[in-house]
């Protein structure tokens, strides 16, 4: 093979050098437009999925999947960090041992001693070091090992958990939200859900439980009140309205209807809204409580 002349090898050199430099900050815009897409995804999904996401059953076995999701994420986002750490690593390196080449042939060393040296510098950044054969030094593509996982599985094993944690989230929502039985008429109507409490009211579990939740929220509402009760509100002001929620797995109040809706009674429903009660006997439980304040 004939040898080229050190102006034609420093031209490669320096050709060879600024293909280094231009895959690392061609990958790094990718990194970046793939961060600002992602973070858009997030933001618009969390815009057009908080209410779908505040009736989710958070302590059913969507919590596990949501949390399985949280963890998937921030795996996808390490790995791709560290993919993107370990690019800009092997692509300066290998630019630098280029440069460098190039500096000693200017300065007129021989360049079979430079093109030795540059050959060792290089093989552990090119995929096969131990197959070394003349010219591979000019070869661009790089994939070295960095705890234990090449840039390529690094990103594979990154987009692939960056998928995952998008499936699990679903999963996860369309199995929180989805209703016992597929019958979800309760969420959209007050009296479906006024009927769904009573037929709970009257199972043997469904009455201790009305019975304990009534107390329950007898003694929370008495705490929460002051905010509703302010401006001199009168007793016989404050009327008669039925509250018919729908009671989480871990004592959360998912739904909440009040009927009539005053100032009042929805001033009370959003008191109540954030208090914890007892976990209720089965899945997307209903209750009723009749509140009256003018007796």
């Not at 560290?82 to 060393?109: M, N």
């Not at 000019?138 to 998008?166: C, I, P, Q, Y």
């Given at each position: 093979?004939?040898?080229?002349?050190?102006?034609?090898?420093?031209?490669?050199?320096?050709?060879?050098?600024?293909?280094?430099?231009?895959?690392?900050?061609?990958?790094?815009?990718?990194?970046?437009?793939?961060?600002?897409?992602?973070?858009?995804?997030?933001?618009?999904?969390?815009?057009?999925?908080?209410?779908?996401?505040?009736?989710?059953?958070?302590?059913?076995?969507?919590?596990?999947?949501?949390?399985?999701?949280?963890?998937?994420?921030?795996?996808?986002?390490?790995?791709?960090?560290?993919?993107?750490?370990?690019?800009?690593?092997?692509?300066?390196?290998?630019?630098?041992?280029?440069?460098?080449?190039?500096?000693?042939?200017?300065?007129?060393?021989?360049?079979?001693?430079?093109?030795?040296?540059?050959?060792?510098?290089?093989?552990?950044?090119?995929?096969?070091?131990?197959?070394?054969?003349?010219?591979?030094?000019?070869?661009?593509?790089?994939?070295?090992?960095?705890?234990?996982?090449?840039?390529?599985?690094?990103?594979?094993?990154?987009?692939?958990?960056?998928?995952?944690?998008?499936?699990?989230?679903g999963v996860g929502m369309v199995?929180?939200y989805a209703p016992e039985g597929?019958?979800?008429?309760?969420?959209?109507?007050?009296?479906?859900?006024?009927?769904?409490?009573?037929?709970?009211?009257?199972?043997?579990?469904?009455?201790?439980?009305?019975?304990?939740?009534?107390?329950?929220?007898?003694?929370?509402?008495?705490?929460?009140?002051?905010?509703?009760?302010?401006?001199?509100?009168?007793?016989?002001?404050?009327?008669?309205?039925?509250?018919?929620?729908?009671?989480?797995?871990?004592?959360?109040?998912?739904?909440?209807?009040?009927?009539?809706?005053?100032?009042?009674?929805?001033?009370?429903?959003?008191?109540?809204?954030?208090?914890?009660?007892?976990?209720?006997?089965?899945?997307?439980?209903?209750?009723?409580?009749?509140?009256?304040?003018?007796?």
């Amino acid at each position: 093979m004939p040898e080229p002349s050190d102006e034609k090898l420093i031209e490669l050199l320096l050709a060879q050098r600024d293909e280094h430099v231009r895959r690392l900050h061609a990958v790094n815009r990718q990194l970046a437009l793939v961060a600002l897409v992602v973070a858009v995804a997030l933001f618009i999904g969390a815009i057009l999925g908080i209410d779908a996401l505040a009736e989710v059953d958070l302590e059913s076995s969507a919590a596990r999947l949501i949390g399985l999701a949280k963890w998937a994420f921030g795996a996808s986002a390490a790995l791709i960090a560290l993919a993107a750490i370990h690019h800009s690593g092997d692509r300066t390196a290998a630019a630098a041992h280029v440069e460098a080449a190039v500096s000693r042939l200017i300065s007129g060393e021989a360049h079979d001693a430079v093109l030795a040296d540059l050959g060792k510098a290089m093989a552990p950044l090119l995929p096969h070091p131990r197959g070394m054969q003349p010219g591979q030094y000019l070869a661009t593509e790089l994939n070295t090992r960095w705890l234990g996982l090449s840039l390529h599985e690094k990103t594979f094993f990154g987009m692939a958990l960056l998928v995952a944690a998008a499936l699990l989230v679903g999963v996860g929502m369309v199995g929180g939200y989805a209703p016992e039985g597929g019958d979800d008429s309760a969420d959209a109507d007050f009296a479906a859900a006024l009927q769904r409490a009573h037929e709970n009211a009257r199972t043997p579990a469904g009455a201790r439980y009305d019975e304990m939740f009534g107390e329950t929220f007898r003694a929370k509402l008495s705490e929460t009140l002051a905010p509703c009760t302010g401006g001199g509100l009168k007793r016989e002001e404050m009327g008669t309205f039925d509250i018919v929620a729908r009671v989480s797995n871990g004592g959360k109040l998912q739904k909440i209807w009040v009927d009539p809706s005053t100032k009042f009674s929805e001033c009370v429903r959003a008191a109540v809204a954030a208090e914890e009660f007892p976990a209720p006997p089965t899945p997307r439980h209903w209750v009723n409580v009749h509140v009256s304040f003018s007796e």
